[in-house]
């Protein structure tokens, strides 16, 4: 059981009035004791003044505050009088071998922030992550799964065997009413409010047909090696050209790395899954923006991100944990079948709980790789001409050998003849699963939906028994792995777990268009937001484009106040016009209502230019 340690009050700043703030050591700004400072009050902190914003430099950890206070350790005195003594101390450090955090802020896997978006995970190890957009990959045609599949190995081929990779997909759930207040039209006590209610009541049977309650995110998490920040920036400047430029091959967007600010986000969603409030809350008051979160703030309270992210306590058992009110359950893959679909991430992602899926792909080195297929080779080789030589002595066909024995030589040499070849790669595979839910009788109900799924597709979904605690830091999109469960892949097969399945469209104000293919999710659109607000209606004789144009117009009649013309040679909408008191123009020879493009001055138009 461990609990959050961060202070419940805001600390008490004391000013140190011998001092100039101005003209501090670069030391003591990046975060060094001064412990010459207050010597009587060791427990306050020691800060600037509040209104001196500073801008913050990215090679500087946020996590280490402007100042702190230190306490100094008590005098030794002599040995026998309950101090020990230096060589005795030793002994004792020596005994603790395992150092097992005693906070939540101690078991959150990293140790430092940086304002550039970069978290160093453990001394030396400096990660980013991309939000990486979806794309209509299962119902795309065969060649266009085959592009995107081969783009997709591209990607995984540019990791070296210094670059690690990750790839997350996060589900969670969003406010359910909330989700409907946003989509569902609002009243506004007229006569044409009983058809406002019949068409929010099409809207919740559509909703109810999808899972409009889940959204899936999915990140990509880099994880290099440097010996320190400065190196671990010109590294990533370096890849973030080269994995923007892949990514867009697979979904036409370009993709940057994610900020500081929304990196923390993330990971407080999965800290405090079914919380209420937001990671970064804003209010304006008086013509000026105050937030919860703000990087320079944090240092000089001398508080840590981890302070911001971490539950109100976290609990280990032997087969789940608790984070908070939530319970969780850390599984991983533990077999894999000789044949697997692409089907089996985005199957996975599709199961209605909150869930953290994860797959950490490690680079092995080509020499190294090359090495390890021909020695596993040579044993295979020795094996299958013992087997023929005990056949001949028995009397039997050199050919009449285990027929499992000659299928793992020939897996050998088709390896061998991918990484030699064919451009491929060996990566070192892992994959988990992090299952939440709000009790334990839900929690043991969605690990068997997720198992399920698993076992159509002939994998052995295992949950870590005594390792919840380092499964669970697996599965964060932080890029590490801390567990001992890999399992040898080709480029070719790692892709398999790819992780993109069908675009969502859900903006925000958006209007209903119908119904998501693949997922039977709401797509929800706003063109008054796209660069170009026009659109088309396309179909075959009689697959609904009349009834697709009126649904268009009544949901903008009902919902917005904007005007609606429309030219109507077949005289079709002049009912639906009728209807909601509109007014029908009838233009046609001999008509007493005509139009003369000439009929207009300079003074026409509001701007410049009359025509236009």
């Not at 059981?1 to 009050?9: L, S």
């Not at 599984?331 to 089996?344: A, E, G, M, V």
């Amino acid at each position: 059981q461990r609990t959050n340690n961060a202070p419940t009050t805001p600390p008490q700043f004391t000013a140190p009035a011998p001092r100039d703030t101005d003209n501090l050591p670069a030391k003591e700004i990046v975060g060094e004791p001064l412990p010459e400072i207050l010597p009587e009050k060791r427990n306050d902190f020691v800060g600037l003044d509040m209104s001196d914003d500073k801008e913050i430099d990215g090679t500087i950890p946020i996590d280490k505050p402007l100042y702190s206070i230190t306490p100094t350790e008590p005098a030794p005195t002599q040995k026998g009088k309950g101090i020990v003594s230096g060589k005795n101390k030793k002994k004792k450090k020596d005994k603790n071998l395992l150092d097992v955090p005693k906070t939540v802020q101690q078991t959150i896997p990293y140790t430092s922030v940086y304002s550039n978006g970069i978290i160093e995970t453990v001394p030396g190890t400096f990660t980013k992550c991309y939000l990486l957009h979806d794309v209509n990959f299962k119902t795309a045609t065969d060649e266009e799964q085959e592009t995107i599949f081969t783009d997709y190995g591209n990607l995984l081929n540019t990791f070296d065997d210094r670059t690690k990779a990750e790839i997350t997909i996060f589900n969670r759930n969003i406010d359910q009413e909330q989700f409907k207040t946003n989509t569902l039209l609002k009243m506004k006590h007229d006569k044409f409010d009983s058809y406002r209610e019949e068409y929010n009541k099409i809207l919740l049977a559509k909703i109810n047909e999808g899972r409009n309650n889940i959204i899936h995110e999915k990140y990509l998490t880099i994880s290099i090696e440097a010996p320190g920040i400065d190196d671990a920036v010109n590294s990533f400047s370096r890849l973030d050209t080269e994995i923007s430029s892949r990514i867009k091959k697979i979904n036409g967007v370009d993709t940057v790395p994610m900020t500081t600010e929304e990196r923390l986000s993330v990971l407080y969603d999965i800290y405090n899954m079914g919380s209420n409030e937001q990671f970064n809350q804003k209010l304006t008051v008086k013509g000026k923006t105050a937030q919860s979160f703000d990087l320079g703030w944090l240092r000089k309270q001398g508080v840590t991100t981890k302070d911001m992210i971490a539950p109100p306590s976290m609990y280990f058992d032997a087969k789940y944990l608790k984070v908070g009110d939530t319970y969780c359950r850390t599984l991983f893959i533990d077999n894999l079948p000789t044949f697997l679909s692409t089907d089996l991430l985005p199957e996975l992602s599709a199961v209605a709980c909150n869930m953290l899926t994860s797959v950490h792909f490690d680079s092995m080195p080509q020499d190294k790789a090359i090495k390890l297929v021909r020695n596993q080779m040579v044993n295979i080789n020795a094996n299958v001409i013992e087997a023929q030589k005990k056949a001949t002595r028995s009397g039997f066909s050199a050919d009449l050998i285990s027929p499992e024995l000659l299928k793992a030589q020939r897996e050998a040499q088709r390896i061998l003849d991918d990484i030699t070849s064919r451009n491929q790669k060996i990566f070192l595979v892992t994959m988990v699963v992090s299952i939440f839910a709000d009790s334990l009788e839900e929690l043991e109900k969605n690990v068997k939906s997720v198992q399920s799924v698993t076992s159509r597709f002939l994998c052995q979904l295992k949950t870590f028994n005594f390792q919840q605690e380092p499964g669970f830091a697996t599965s964060l999109p932080l890029g590490i792995n801390k567990v001992y469960v890999q399992r040898l892949l080709t480029t070719e097969t790692a892709s398999l777990f790819i992780p993109f399945s069908a675009q969502e469209l859900a903006q925000k104000n958006g209007m209903y268009y119908g119904l998501n293919a693949v997922s039977r999710n709401l797509l929800l659109f706003n063109r008054t937001n796209s660069k170009n607000a026009n659109g088309v209606i396309l179909g075959t004789p009689g697959a609904g484009k009349s009834f697709s144009a009126k649904r268009e117009m009544l949901n903008v009649f009902l919902g917005t106040e904007a005007d609606i013309y429309i030219i109507d040679p077949e005289r079709e909408y002049s009912a639906l016009a009728a209807l909601f008191d509109g007014e029908v123009v009838k233009i046609a020879a001999g008509s007493k209502t005509y139009i003369n493009p000439f009929d207009m001055d300079l003074n026409y138009a509001d701007d410049e230019d009359p025509i236009t």
